[in-house]
């Protein structure tokens, strides 16, 4: 028998887990989104491609971050190459247009890692040795805290880019205004190129990060990408930060609710919340009050 | 033109001979040509080679493959060479009906073998049943082989979740373990787990105090293992097959829980401990005696052909057989030994397929009857604890 005030820290750890999950999702969703006005759908498939990648890799002798370093650097080329020979083809079309392209682009990388990793799950050892951390009567495993650790960096180095490099404000200015950012001579199209290589590297990142907990295997993308989606939509779309507090806030809400409630409730609770944000706040919670900085 | 001629002749050759060919088949020749070549027996194969259930359908694959040759060297079934047409479907339900289809109609095969998984075995049934084509089935749904009376002509060699069940109800109530929490998929294979461990509970005098699913891709258990920690069970039993048994079991081990924890046979192959990353030691599961057959004693009837299969197989493949390979060994033999006694007719074929008895295979000991097409006992199987990554024998 367990207290309920351990149960309840426990919970806590795996939803900040599963938050953190989310949040890297969306943090790579809504960089895209604003850049480029694309919803990549296919970003849970860079997870899957990371995981996949970083294992293969692993098992084939490399040291681990040497792994990291090429499968990161391989995804974000992917992104690259996805960018140049399907988005940018099509970039005069509409924005429906391109999410459709993305969703093919999506089912088409599923297929081709079938085809290249077959159906076994694969398997890549933990960061760090030894077994969980007790805090409070809870558990939580190192692995957890890496994943913390990698949301935390790369939120950090979004911002940093956003706000300090002229890179990043060349970026924040196609998002802003597309034709004025032409008129000053930044190519939206060069921009659009970077947001998939860059979303393709926080991706596959964490696909390596969570594949100690959860596995490669070719399909997981699908449902990563889908609750990233919801993520990115209860933060705003439109903010880093919001879509980190959206992740949080979802992976919390789906490990209380299958926790205390019931374990068949968790995928219903996701969607309850994306219907009532998308009914209440339909700009998403962090949307007003950060509003757009210019 | 004269070109054209010679191959129209060819053409004509090749047909009429193709037809005496098949209708020499159809008929009921039992075997008394005298002397010289015997027409071959045909029989039918569909298995899952491709697809998710690939890596069932492989080692069945290759079994069958390798029983073929070895019975065609010894000179066939009473004289008559063994003719096996394999079909792949894709594990897929419609393409096994296409499949099962092709090898009847086109075939005209005496029985059928397979699936590998219960969806497109089950998807099998009603052609058989219309064609009256004995068919034997590679997977373990019950419902593939019951009610008897709907499955006249469908038998099946994997150990039923009834088995398995009793097993593990007989392994608590020994051990005084009463209140169980119970953990499955989400999945038919999950829920033909739950539906019968929660029938067979009640009159094993156990008590299920929490019951929780889990979906085939969470990556994260820990909220439903919090629960089974709140509820006071003294040991868990988990229906699931690998990736997400080998996560739940990872996280049994990550929150600290010391209570016993049993899996279902869905957990029986190397790539469950691989996956568990070495939470996988201490769980107890039953399984087929072929994991173990080096620990059986060797007054174990089945002790022979466990060892003679794994000797073949090995020697063939280079890699050790498994226990989906076994259900492919009993399904072939099971027929061949009906065959020998019923000569080339369906319904005859059938008959002594249901009057199976004392067949020693690799899945068990074989006792077929009028209501029980699968014939496999509790003591076709064996409990194992896993140690240090590897199977071992417990009784």
């Known amino acids: 028998m367990v207290d309920l005030s351990s149960q309840l820290l426990q919970l806590l750890f795996s939803g900040l887990t599963l938050g953190s999950i989310y949040a ?39 040291p681990l971050p040497l792994v990291f370093i090429l499968t990161v650097a391989g995804v974000a080329i992917l992104g690259g190459l996805v960018e140049r020979s399907a988005i940018y083809p099509a970039r005069g079309a ?56 990698l949301t935390a960096v790369t939120l950090a180095m979004l911002f940093a880019f956003f706000e300090l490099t002229y890179l990043g404000k060349a970026v924040r200015a196609c998002e802003i205004n597309r034709t004025a ?47 990233g989606f919801v993520a990115a939509v209860i933060g705003g779309m439109n903010n880093v930060g919001g879509a980190v507090l959206g992740g949080f806030i979802l992976g919390v809400l789906e490990i209380y609710s299958a926790g205390l409630v019931s374990s068949g409730l968790k995928d219903a609770v996701a969607l309850l919340v994306l219907l009532a944000v998308l009914l209440i706040r339909p700009e998403g919670l962090v949307g007003v009050i950060a509003g757009r900085k210019v | 033109m004269r070109k054209r001629i010679k ?28 002397g010289g070549d015997k027409e071959p027996y045909k029989i039918g194969a569909v298995i899952d080679i491709s697809g998710p259930s690939s ?70 049934i009603d052609t058989v049943q219309k064609e009256k084509v004995p068919m034997i089935s590679l997977a373990a ?8 009376q709907e499955r006249q002509w469908v038998f099946k060699t994997a150990q039923s979740d009834i088995v398995v069940v009793n097993r593990l109800a007989g392994y608590l109530k020994e051990k005084g373990l009463n209140k169980i ?121 089945q002790k022979e052909v466990l060892a003679t299969y794994i000797d073949e197989y090995s020697k063939k493949y280079n890699s050790s057989p498994n226990s989906f390979g076994g259900y492919a060994w009993d399904a072939f033999y099971l027929l061949i030994n009906a065959i ?9 074929i059938r008959d002594q397929l249901e009057k199976t008895e004392n067949y020693i295979g690799v899945s068990g000991v074989f006792n077929m009857s009028a209501t029980d097409h699968n014939g496999l006992k509790e003591d076709s199987m064996v409990n194992v604890k896993i140690e240090g990554g590897q199977w071992k024998l417990l009784e």
């Open chain 1, 24 to 62: 890297l999702i969306a943090l790579a969703l809504v960089t895209t989104f604003n850049i480029t006005g694309v919803l990549n759908l296919a970003q849970g498939e860079f997870v899957a491609l990371g995981a996949l990648l970083a294992a293969s890799l692993f098992a084939a002798g490399l």
């Open chain 1, 94 to 149: 509409s924005s429906m247009t391109l999410i459709i392209i993305t969703i093919g682009l999506s089912i088409s990388l599923r297929g081709l890692a079938l085809l290249v990793w077959g159906t076994d799950p694969l398997l890549l050892p933990a960061f760090s040795s030894g077994g969980p951390i007790l805090i409070g009567g809870a558990a939580i495993n190192p692995q957890s805290l890496w994943i913390f650790g």
């Open chain 1, 181 to 227: 950012a032409r008129l000053v001579g930044i190519n939206p199209g060069a921009m659009s190129l970077l947001a998939f290589a860059g979303s393709g590297a926080i991706g596959a990142a964490a696909g390596i990060f969570i594949a100690p907990l959860t596995l490669a295997t070719y399909d997981m993308g699908f449902m990563l990408g889908v609750k």
């Open chain 2, 7 to 34: 191959l129209l002749a060819g053409l004509a050759v090749l047909i009429i001979t193709a037809g005496l060919l098949l209708s020499g088949c159809g008929g009921k020749d039992t075997g008394a040509k005298a």
């Open chain 2, 55 to 124: 890596s069932l359908g492989i080692p069945e694959r290759n079994t069958l493959q390798m029983l073929t040759e070895k019975i065609n060297a010894a000179g066939g079934i009473n004289g008559h060479p063994l003719e096996l047409t394999i079909l792949d479907n894709k594990s897929d339900e419609t393409e096994a009906v296409l499949a099962v289809k092709k090898l009847i109609d086109q075939q005209k095969v005496l029985a059928v073998i397979g699936c590998s998984s219960s969806g497109p075995s089950m998807a099998m």
């Open chain 2, 141 to 148: 749904a019950s419902k593939i082989v019951e009610p008897v």
């Open chain 2, 181 to 301: 929490a119970f953990l499955y998929m989400n999945n038919a294979y999950g829920d033909g787990g739950r539906i019968a461990f929660t029938a067979a509970a009640e009159p094993a005098g156990l008590q299920i105090v929490t019951e929780e699913k889990f979906e085939a891709t969470d990556v994260d258990m820990t909220p439903q293992l919090t629960r089974v920690k709140a509820s006071g069970a003294q040991a868990v039993v988990i229906w699931a097959i690998p990736p997400s048994a080998s996560i739940v079991t990872k996280n049994f081990k990550d929150l600290g829980l010391s209570i016993p924890l049993l899996h279902s046979h869905g957990v029986g192959n190397q790539n469950f401990i691989d996956l568990a990353q070495g939470a996988a030691d201490g769980v107890i599961l039953p399984i087929g005696k072929l994991t173990v057959t080096g620990q059986i004693p060797d007054s174990d009837p």
């Open chain 2, 340 to 348: 020998e006694k019923a000569g080339p007719d369906r319904a005859a």
